[in-house]
């Protein structure tokens, strides 16, 4: 089996050269929009809303067609701006041949166009599914979509010089808060990682233990 490689360590290096000051402030925004309640996400035992959505060519992907062969793992991504996201994506792609071995496969869902995802997958040779939710529409059913307050907005721009804006198919400053599903065969959530805080993903390791212990 190919070797899994820590997604957290890896996502701490990513953010490293963030000044501290930056991130306290970014993490703070986050703690409130958490307690908040605004996107809890769906819970495990749920059923997960069916959808079709466009990949990097323009099909149109059906969940439920996908669940026929076997669970799904579900992962809602912010974008390809995102250093996070990336690292999760190529993270995934390492363990897709596993989890196909498994009998399961992987989606990754993004609020980015059809043409953003082209590049988004390709530049990381991706061959696992990458949607395009491009109104947002499937990351509400998921109780996923949530927009940045004014502050957050400002951070985005000033620090990170990212206008969501110019980079969501929708045009707008509302994202899905990152989240992993993992989706019985029947349509059931099994489990799930829904976290505001941006830099806590599922591990990979700990999506393989899931899957094994649902064969």
């Not at 149109?60 to 912010?78: A, C, N, Q, T």
């Not at 690292?87 to 609020?111: C, F, N, T």
């Not at 990212?162 to 808060?177: C, H, R, T, Y």
């Amino acid at each position: 089996m190919a070797e899994i490689k820590s997604l957290k360590e890896r996502i701490a290096a990513a953010v490293a050269h963030v000044p501290a000051p930056v991130t306290d402030e970014v993490q703070q925004q986050l703690e409130l929009l958490a307690a908040s309640n605004v996107a809890p996400g769906l819970t495990v035992g749920e059923r997960a809303p069916d959808f079709t959505l466009p990949n990097r060519y323009g099909t149109g992907i059906r969940l439920g067609r996908e669940l026929m062969d076997g669970p799904v793992v579900l992962s809602f991504l912010r974008g390809s701006w995102c250093p996070i996201c990336t690292q999760e994506l190529q993270a995934l792609q390492e363990v897709h041949r596993e989890v196909r071995k498994l009998g399961a496969d992987i989606i990754a869902v993004s609020p980015q166009s059809v043409e953003k995802n082209i590049a988004f997958g390709a530049a990381h040779n991706v061959d696992y599914y990458v949607l395009s939710d491009a109104d947002q529409a499937v990351i509400r059913q998921y109780k996923l979509f949530f927009t940045l307050p004014e502050r957050l907005r400002e951070i985005y721009i000033e620090h990170f010089q990212l206008d969501l804006s110019q980079l969501n198919a929708d045009g707008s400053w509302a994202l899905p808060v990152p989240a992993t599903y993992i989706i019985s065969q029947d349509g059931t959530i099994y489990s799930r990682l829904v976290e505001m805080n941006y830099v806590k993903r599922m591990e990979p390791a700990d999506i393989m233990t899931v899957l094994r212990y649902m064969k």
